[in-house]
Structures are given as structure tokens and as C-alpha cells.
């Protein structure tokens, strides 16, 4: 029987997903979440984890309390970035705990992706449909999250995170570990040409990432070009999870801003321990 790379939890009556490989490790608490097991009303029902999309904020906080307990984090040390659909990477140490946590006007400024060697320091992003990226490097205890929508993974976020690793904890990315989430799946996710424009530039003749589908749309695949970039920063394939569920096909489960537009988050959290 063939494991699956991501395993589904329920713990309280909230579901979420842990990968394998960083589970193994006994190194990290992490989780992916779905949309199930909270108690914000529609259209953000029910386990939101956003604080930036109106949803009722004490519905939010209530919510990542629940989560947090489910994964074993503190919920108001958990480092939030204000994500903007860029490759830029923050180092986030213990004076940085609870940003973001409990109001969004605090959160780090202007970021996609966090990194830290700090114990108990959970980084916490956001998802409906873009790329949820872990990273740990096991040997100097260090770990990233990186958020990669068509715009990160273009610009290569995920690459930028492991090269801040690499320049501050001195990760080699030949050892370290990676767990890509639940995304929308390329069959579902239809772009236009200037979307297939900046993944061509990026990935070149590569029809796994960008392949035109009718005379105006192309269909990206936004965890395979993740998983390429990864590979070529030096991660092992046998050392890269990845995850097959598609956020925009399963409405039970997952938050979706393509299907539904005004939606709740998933989060991906990690913490080290």
C-alpha cells in the first residue's frame, strides 16, 4: 500500500492535513487547514483562519485558537506576514511573536515568505487556492513558509526562501525537507495571456507548468512548478512532499477564491519545537 505524502487529522472536531516527512522528524508542529471544524457563518464558513477578508474578527481569533490547539502551537505567538503576491522573504526572531495575531494592522509588512531558527515561534500564512510551501532544514533546526500564487511562483518565492535559509542559517538544500499543500490543481485553473506570459518566461517550453488550452486561456500548474523550482535549488525529490488535493474541486473541504471569490483562508502553519 502506497502512503500518501499528506495525511488528513481531526482533532476537536477540526480536520486538517500534516505531511509525512516533516511529521517524522519530531522537529516541527505544523498543519495545512480545510474549512472544517469553526464557527464563522457564511461565506466564510466555517474554520477561517484570515483576518483579512471581513470576516467577523472574533469569529477569526476563535477559530485560530481552535487550530492552534489542534496542531500544539500558541495561538498569540504566531508570526502573520501581510502577504502581496511577491518573492519577498522576512527572518522573523522571538521579537516578532504575535504579530499579526490578533490584529492585521500589525502584521509583518509586505512579505510571502518567513523564515526562523526561533523555538516556538509559529509562522502562520494564508490560502485559498495558492501554493502552501514547508521547508525545514532538520540539520541547524531552521524552517520557512512560503505563499506562491501565480505571481510568487513566477518570481520564484519559494527559491528566494531557500536561498535566505541557506544565507542565514547556512542550509544546505541537498538535506532539507519540503511539503507542498493543497493549491488549486492545473485542470481547474484556467489563465489568461498575461498570467501564461510570466510562467513561460519563467518556465520555458515547460507544458507541465503552462500548456495553452483554447484560443485565449492556458492551464497552469502551480504545485508542479513549485516542485520544479525546489528540485532545482538542490532539495532531493525523495525528500519533497506533495499533496494531490485540489482546493478549487473539493468545496467541502477547502476555501477556494476561484470558485467562490469572496471566501475564508486555509492556513499553513508551522512551528519549531
Same mark, same amino acid.
Given at each position: 500500500?502506497?502512503?500518501?505524502?499528506?495525511?488528513?487529522?481531526?482533532?476537536?472536531?477540526?480536520?486538517?492535513?500534516?505531511?509525512?516527512?516533516?511529521?517524522?522528524?519530531?522537529?516541527?508542529?505544523?498543519?495545512?487547514?480545510?474549512?472544517?471544524?469553526?464557527?464563522?457563518?457564511?461565506?466564510?464558513?466555517?474554520?477561517?483562519?484570515?483576518?483579512?477578508?471581513?470576516? /467577523?474578527?472574533e469569529a477569526v481569533?476563535?477559530?485560530?485558537?481552535?487550530?492552534?490547539?489542534?496542531?500544539?502551537?500558541?495561538?498569540?505567538?504566531?508570526?502573520?506576514p501581510k502577504q502581496?503576491?511577491?518573492?519577498?522573504?522576512?527572518?522573523?526572531?522571538?521579537?516578532?511573536?504575535?504579530?499579526?495575531?490578533?490584529?492585521?494592522?500589525?502584521?509583518?509588512?509586505?512579505?510571502?515568505?518567513?523564515?526562523?531558527?526561533?523555538?516556538?515561534?509559529?509562522?502562520?500564512?494564508?490560502?485559498?487556492?495558492?501554493?502552501?510551501?514547508?521547508?525545514?532544514?532538520?540539520?541547524?533546526?531552521?524552517?520557512?513558509?512560503a505563499h506562491a500564487?501565480?505571481?510568487?511562483?513566477?518570481?520564484?518565492?519559494?527559491?528566494?526562501?531557500?536561498?535566505?535559509?541557506?544565507?542565514?542559517?547556512?542550509?544546505?538544500?541537498?538535506?532539507?525537507?519540503?511539503?507542498?499543500?493543497?493549491?488549486?490543481?492545473?485542470?481547474?485553473?484556467?489563465?489568461?495571456?498575461?498570467?501564461?506570459?510570466?510562467?513561460? /518566461?519563467?518556465?520555458?517550453?515547460?507544458?507541465?507548468?503552462?500548456?495553452?488550452?483554447?484560443?485565449?486561456?492556458?492551464?497552469?500548474?502551480?504545485?508542479?512548478?513549485?516542485?520544479?523550482?525546489?528540485?532545482?535549488?538542490?532539495?532531493?525529490?525523495?525528500?519533497?512532499?506533495?499533496?494531490?488535493?485540489?482546493?478549487?474541486?473539493?468545496? /467541502?473541504?477547502?476555501?477556494?477564491?476561484?470558485?467562490?471569490?469572496?471566501?475564508?483562508?486555509?492556513?499553513?502553519?508551522?512551528?519549531?519545537?
Amino acid at each position: 500500500m502506497r502512503l500518501p505524502n499528506w495525511y488528513r487529522v481531526e482533532t476537536g472536531g477540526v480536520k486538517f492535513y500534516r505531511a509525512w516527512n516533516l511529521q517524522a522528524t519530531g522537529l516541527v508542529a505544523h498543519g495545512f487547514s480545510t474549512r472544517i471544524g469553526g464557527v464563522s457563518k457564511a461565506p466564510y464558513n466555517s474554520l477561517n483562519l484570515g483576518l483579512a477578508v471581513n470576516d /467577523d474578527k472574533e469569529a477569526v481569533l476563535a477559530n485560530r485558537r481552535a487550530f492552534a490547539s489542534a496542531i500544539g502551537v500558541d495561538p498569540k505567538r504566531i508570526v502573520v506576514p501581510k502577504q502581496i503576491h511577491s518573492n519577498l522573504v522576512k527572518l522573523v526572531t522571538e521579537s516578532d511573536a504575535g504579530s499579526g495575531a490578533l490584529d492585521h494592522s500589525n502584521a509583518i509588512p509586505d512579505a510571502d515568505a518567513l523564515i526562523t531558527n526561533t523555538p516556538n515561534l509559529p509562522l502562520a500564512l494564508h490560502f485559498a487556492d495558492c501554493v502552501c510551501i514547508f521547508l525545514l532544514d532538520p540539520e541547524h533546526r531552521a524552517i520557512g513558509v512560503a505563499h506562491a500564487g501565480w505571481r510568487g511562483t513566477a518570481s520564484k518565492i519559494v527559491s528566494s526562501a531557500i536561498e535566505a535559509m541557506t544565507r542565514e542559517f547556512g542550509s544546505d538544500p541537498g538535506a532539507m525537507l519540503a511539503a507542498v499543500g493543497p493549491a488549486v490543481a492545473r485542470s481547474c485553473y484556467d489563465v489568461g495571456e498575461d498570467t501564461a506570459k510570466a510562467l513561460f /518566461d519563467a518556465f520555458p517550453h515547460d507544458e507541465r507548468v503552462i500548456k495553452q488550452s483554447t484560443a485565449t486561456k492556458w492551464r497552469a500548474g502551480l504545485k508542479i512548478a513549485n516542485i520544479i523550482i525546489l528540485r532545482q535549488a538542490g532539495l532531493k525529490e525523495s525528500k519533497i512532499a506533495f499533496s494531490e488535493s485540489c482546493t478549487c474541486c473539493d468545496r /467541502d473541504e477547502f476555501f477556494s477564491y476561484r470558485r467562490e471569490g469572496l471566501t475564508g483562508r486555509m492556513g499553513g502553519w508551522m512551528s519549531l519545537l
